[in-house]
């Protein structure tokens, strides 16, 4: 009788079997397909207060009734970066489990007011795009366009455009000619000059940043600053948050597959990295309600052991109402050694002072 776990027997075992594989590769998706992810995912208050806490976003109007109340809410919300990562983390099966780099995002944006504790998330993807990539002939480059919904009344909760460097089954000949993002490389901008100064906001409500712009205006200057906190990445928030999303992608979780990947570990999900950051930014911030989010792009890897932190950059500031008023940021995620691991643009409603 045969012992299959005798270590000879398994191993020959090993050798044989077929492999049962997740995902898909670049050859699998065309332009205009949609894709229904499966499953879904209930928003909860756990898993809420558990994204936030990991990321140092400590609003008190997701936390505190009180809090929420005053901001004109029936109660604490999801917040949206854990809603994006949730959205997000759905689509990782069907769309970026086979691996590849995940080059960028924008146009997200949070149709609704607000979102609360019980909701059922249901997501579907559109393939916007693909195409080869020559300098990575392993890799194609897709993007797509993801909604989340709310399952009972069809509601769209988060919507977003994302492009990711996916496996091809059969490598693409190539010359060469092509950088890995999609672009050709007398297509790099060059570095422009710092300002000579940069302008810090004296506070964190909606006047304050309007008048570190002002101060700014006609000089050789930026409203620019860095926030003193940093998380360094542990296994919560490498391994622990991304499965709490659905997000199954072996980048997160297979030490042994990414042994011999560029990185050579396991990497931290994107959205933990991007929501840390902005945890640091919005810790210095009286943010009222987040807007949207564009040209998000990740720039290195970002690794257990890992320490992220944050620098922002004040873009311009617009009279939008009473309560508050919209500032445009752009945030710059940055790691130990001094190295950009992430960059988008914010638009969110910052609170007026109370007069």
């Not at 990782?92 to 019980?118: I, N």
């Not at 909701?119 to 693909?130: D, N, P």
Request: glycine share 8%; net charge negative; charged share 30%.
């Amino acid at each position: 009788m045969t012992d299959w776990t005798d270590p000879e027997t398994f191993a020959r075992a090993l050798e044989r079997a077929e492999t049962r594989e997740k995902g898909n590769c670049f050859e699998d998706f065309a332009e205009g397909q949609v894709i229904e992810h499966d499953p879904g995912l209930t928003l909860t208050k756990h898993g809420n207060e558990a994204w936030m806490s990991q990321t140092l976003n400590h609003d008190p109007a997701y936390w505190r009734r009180d809090a929420a109340e005053a901001r004109d809410f029936a109660a604490p919300p999801i917040h949206p970066d854990y809603l994006t990562a949730a959205t997000l983390g759905v689509t990782v099966e069907d769309l970026s489990e086979k691996g590849g780099y995940f080059l960028g995002r924008t146009d997200v944006r949070f149709p609704t007011d607000a979102v609360y504790p019980g909701t059922e998330l249901r997501v579907e993807s559109e393939v916007v795009t693909k195409k080869a990539s020559s300098s990575r002939p392993n890799y194609g480059i897709v993007t797509w366009r993801t909604r989340g919904t709310n399952a009972e009344t069809g509601e769209v909760l988060c919507s977003y455009e994302r492009t990711n460097m996916i496996p091809r089954r059969t490598p693409l000949e190539t010359d060469g000619g092509e950088r890995s993002d999609g672009g050709t490389a007398e297509d790099a901008a060059d570095e422009a000059d710092l300002p000579a100064e940069f302008v810090v906001p004296e506070g964190g409500y909606f006047e304050d940043f309007a008048a570190a712009l002002d101060a700014a205006e006609g000089r050789d200057a930026a409203v620019a600053y860095r926030h003193e906190r940093g998380r360094t990445q542990d296994d919560v928030t490498v391994a622990s948050l991304p499965l709490a999303t659905l997000n199954t992608a072996k980048q997160h979780h297979n030490v042994d597959a990414m042994a011999d990947s560029p990185s050579g570990d396991i990497v931290t999900y994107g959205d933990v990295t991007r929501s840390t950051a902005l945890g640091h930014a919005r810790s210095d911030e009286r943010t009222y309600r987040e807007v949207g989010f564009d040209d998000e792009r990740f720039h290195t890897f970002v690794t257990p052991g890992d320490t992220v932190y944050a620098f922002t950059r004040v873009l311009d500031a617009e009279e939008t109402g009473d309560v508050a008023g919209t500032v445009r940021f752009e945030h710059v995620a940055f790691n130990q050694r001094d190295e950009p691991v992430y960059s988008g643009t914010r638009a969110a409603k910052i609170c007026k002072r109370d007069d």
